[in-house]
């Protein structure tokens, strides 16, 4: 199992505007990862079946759910001025 890392850098704090584009930006972002949320959600639901009756993982679904909570936490350290790069606005699968 691979663990997850989080880097966050600040260098400089953030004007007016770009404060403004910050609140922008994660409502957007935000309303896109809580639809891939439920989606990630129901995918969780069919990995546990999987589990159940294969034995093991399938991989598809274990990234797919691995790139959703990267981005979650990506857009969470953004949202709370932790770092200033800006994450996409749909996860990377």
Same mark, same amino acid.
């Given at each position: 199992?691979?663990?997850? *890392?989080? *880097? ?10 770009? !404060?403004?584009?910050?609140? &922008? ?8 990862? +809580?639809? &891939?949320?439920? /989606?990630? @959600?129901?995918? !969780?639901? /069919?990995?546990? @079946? ?5 034995? *093991? ?5 274990? +990234?797919? /759910? ?22 996409? !606005?749909?996860?990377?699968?």
């Amino acid at each position: 199992m691979d663990t997850v *890392k989080v *880097k966050i850098d600040s260098e400089e704090q953030a004007s007016r505007l770009e !404060l403004l584009i910050r609140f &922008v930006w994660c409502a957007v972002a935000g309303l896109i990862l +809580n639809i &891939v949320g439920l /989606v990630a @959600f129901c995918a !969780l639901v /069919v990995q546990w @079946f999987y589990i159940l009756v294969f034995g *093991k993982r399938h991989m598809g679904i274990a +990234n797919f /759910v691995n790139a959703y909570l990267v981005a979650y936490t990506g857009l969470y350290a953004y949202m709370y001025l932790s770092t200033e790069e800006r994450p996409p !606005l749909v996860p990377q699968f």
